[in-house]
């Protein structure tokens, strides 16, 4: 993690390139302050890691980003926070720890008194009577797999292995949900034999839940995400019919494919009541859909203090099933060709903990293509705001063979998002493959953002200026280093991706020969290696490119099934470059691009599509839909989900907002007047569904 001083300001960037900056108002730092170690528990860490930054001085203000607070009492067992809601907080004599949630956490301890205020734009500010000597400490909870377990071929050994990946995960009450909480599971490795690193051995301690399957790699492939959040033990029988014993209680599960269902079933109902449970421990918050355990007749005092398998067996015996439809849907669900080749990528999965089903597909038609896709975007329907022009070959595009790729209907499952690890090249998911996942931990350091923008195309300029404004509106905040490349050649442009990039944004033309450069076309055949870690290669028919980039290096890419008009090219790259800049994961970003345009389906994701560039300074960005309900009425409805992250929780602050926090994947809406609306948008950097467009904050107030 690297730390930044300029001009009264403090900037940390950690390996993921998440960025917090502190500023600072009569900063000296030729002064003793009390640390922050010996009370770093009461922050919710106990522990010393190598990515702790720290900073002493004397300071009379400090400001932060619009981020959580807690604020401790250190000589008291005495908390109070300051979240969305708050303008003012003053913060009396005594010895002080305050936690910033961001996604490089900010610890900061001060003896004496303080305020703590909200300006119109939202910074946080710390103001002390007179300088006050403060210790500032960032800490950040990236981590990579350390250990790695070794699999020979049996099923059986991939079933021992299983039962160890929560291993580094130590808690096992309620707070388990706390994504950060989860820590990344053991590396697998193939090999000849089962071998197990002691340090494995000794930090796993069972809980008393058995899951129960046949020795085959599809029931151990879709039971892993369970047993990875029970902390569970697999054993695998070939006359038993699969079930969940707990204790000694025993719940049937099926044979596949119910099993699949039955399973992802009873990991949604302990998680998300786990998540209600955690409101009684030291760092949970009621949420709007606490209330639900009162109906199901659960007491969150006892959960918390209940041992894994006594709450299971407490959720198995409530009548979820009455209520499962006010949850939220699951974020992610993977469709995982349960091979030997997968096992290895199997634990980079579990990190986001998704649903995880056999893969099943269907063919085809042009017919259904065509159909589908229109069906998909903003503007289907009588009404179409921010109308388009359609040109004549947008049209003729249509009546062609459907791809050079021979895409599949698949069959979903559950759940928000969807990837496919597997045979065939579906639509309305992302295709990855094992390397997106090996390749990550390469791409892990410090150093600022890295933007290439290529303009191959001059019929494309407007695409090009108007994605470059967007990432240097947010270069400074974010670290972002933005270079930019007009009409390069094809060694020029195999430099590019072989240099150490974090994004690359292609705007130009590729065929079956490659992307077009001024010298003809590079085929990613003839690049030796990608060090481009994600990529936008926007133009028609791009999908074996971007394909070759992931499997040379890269984690994952935006790119084309079909040949696609200039005009739809320029819309979806410059809304994925201000959404990718804003935090929004590779699949969530291009999918809210890409259904601005007539044929959506025609863009897709390559590679780990969870994967995020930069961060949201709000950890999770949002998903905003606008609806006019009467004059100058309207429902703001809101969500916050994403694929990468399960078990927070978030609090908002639109104008007409009661103050609950929600779980950060649960939907909720406000009714708000046109005044309440326009405030609203003031605090929004957020696109917003209406009316069938997408607009952002400026645009929809011209709009309204």
Not at 115 to 128: A, H, K, Y
Not at 593 to 601: D, G, L, Y
Request: aromatic share 8%.
């Amino acid at each position: 993690m690297e730390l930044q001083r300029d001009d009264g300001l403090f900037r940390v960037i950690d390996s993921a390139k998440n960025t917090v900056r502190v500023g600072t108002e009569g900063w000296d730092r030729g002064v003793d302050a009390p640390t922050v170690g010996d009370v770093l528990s009461l922050g919710g860490s106990n522990s010393e890691v190598e990515s702790d930054v720290t900073v002493s001085g004397s300071a009379e203000s400090l400001f932060f980003p619009r981020v959580y607070v807690h604020i401790y009492r250190v000589d008291c067992d005495q908390k109070r926070k300051f979240d969305e809601q708050s303008r003012r907080l003053d913060i009396g004599e005594g010895s002080h720890l305050l936690r910033l949630n961001s996604n490089v956490d900010i610890y900061v301890r001060f003896d004496g008194s303080a305020t703590l205020t909200r300006s119109g734009d939202e910074q946080l500010r710390l103001s002390f009577d007179q300088p006050t000597p403060v210790t500032i400490r960032f800490r950040s909870e990236i981590a990579q797999q350390t250990e790695q377990i070794t699999v020979g071929s049996a099923p059986e050994e991939l079933a021992e292995a299983i039962s160890l990946l929560s291993a580094t995960t130590k808690r096992t009450d309620p707070d388990r949900t706390w994504p950060q909480v989860r820590k990344a599971p053991p590396a697998i490795e193939l090999g000849s034999s089962l071998d197990v690193p002691d340090a494995v051995e000794q930090q796993h301690e069972p809980t008393a839940v058995t899951l129960v399957v046949p020795p085959k790699l599809e029931y151990l492939f879709t039971a892993a995400p369970l047993v990875y959040y029970l902390g569970g033990t697999v054993t695998t029988d070939e006359t038993a019919t699969p079930a969940l014993d707990v204790g000694d209680r025993r719940f049937g599960l099926g044979q596949l494919p119910a099993f699949q269902y039955n399973v992802a079933s009873v990991l949604r109902r302990v998680f998300y009541l786990d998540c209600l449970a955690r409101e009684a421990g030291a760092y949970g918050e009621r949420v709007s859909l606490s209330p639900q355990l009162t109906e199901l007749g659960l007491d969150p005092d006892r959960l918390y203090s209940a041992p894994m398998a006594e709450r299971v067996k407490t959720y198995m015996d409530a009548p979820f099933e009455g209520v499962s439809e006010e949850f939220p849907e699951w974020n992610l669900t993977m469709y995982v060709e349960p091979s030997h080749e997968h096992m290895e990528t199997l634990p980079h999965l579990l990190e986001t903990l998704p649903f995880i089903f056999l893969p099943e597909s269907e063919e085809l038609s042009k017919a259904e293509w065509i159909s589908l896709s229109m069906d998909d975007s903003y503007e289907h329907g009588e009404q179409v705001v921010n109308p388009r022009e359609p040109t004549d070959d947008s049209f003729t595009r249509l009546q062609r063979e459907i791809s050079n790729v021979e895409l599949v209907n698949p069959v979903l499952g559950p759940g928000r998002y969807h990837g496919w690890l597997a045979e065939n090249v579906p639509i309305d998911v992302y295709k990855t493959f094992p390397e997106a996942y090996e390749n990550r931990p390469k791409y892990l350091d410090d150093s600022p953002v890295s933007v290439v923008a290529v303009l191959n195309n001059t019929d494309m300029r407007q695409e090009h200026d108007v994605a470059v404004e967007r990432y240097k509106q947010h270069a400074d905040a974010l670290s972002i280093d933005i270079d930019v490349r007009e009409n390069i050649r094809s060694a020029q442009l195999a430099r590019v991706f072989e240099s150490r990039n974090d994004l690359v944004h292609f705007i130009g033309h590729s065929d079956e020969r490659g992307l077009e450069c001024a010298d003809g076309f590079l085929s990613i055949e003839s690049v030796s290696e990608s060090n481009t870690q994600t990529f936008f290669l926007n133009a028609c028919g791009s999908y074996h490119e971007g394909v070759g980039l992931v499997r040379k290096g890269s984690v994952a890419g935006g790119v084309t099934f079909e040949a696609v008009t200039d005009s739809q090219a320029a819309e979806v790259g410059t809304t994925f470059a201000r959404l990718m800049v804003l935090g929004y994961s590779l699949e969530r970003a291009l999918d809210k691009a890409r259904q601005q345009v007539m044929t959506p389906k025609d863009y897709a994701v390559v590679g780990d599509g969870t994967h995020v560039v930069t961060q949201s300074e709000s950890i999770l960005p949002l998903d905003l839909r606008l609806v006019e309900t009467g004059r100058q009425q309207y429902r703001l409805e809101v969500s916050q989900i994403a694929p990468f992250e399960k078990g927070g929780h978030a609090q908002d602050r639109f104008e007409g907002s009661d103050g609950d926090y929600h779980l950060g994947s649960h939907d909720r809406s406000y009714e708000l007047s046109e005044q309440q609306l326009q405030d609203s948008l003031d605090v929004v950097e957020n696109p917003i569904l209406f009316d069938d467009g997408l607009y952002w904050p400026d645009e929809l107030r011209e709009q309204l």
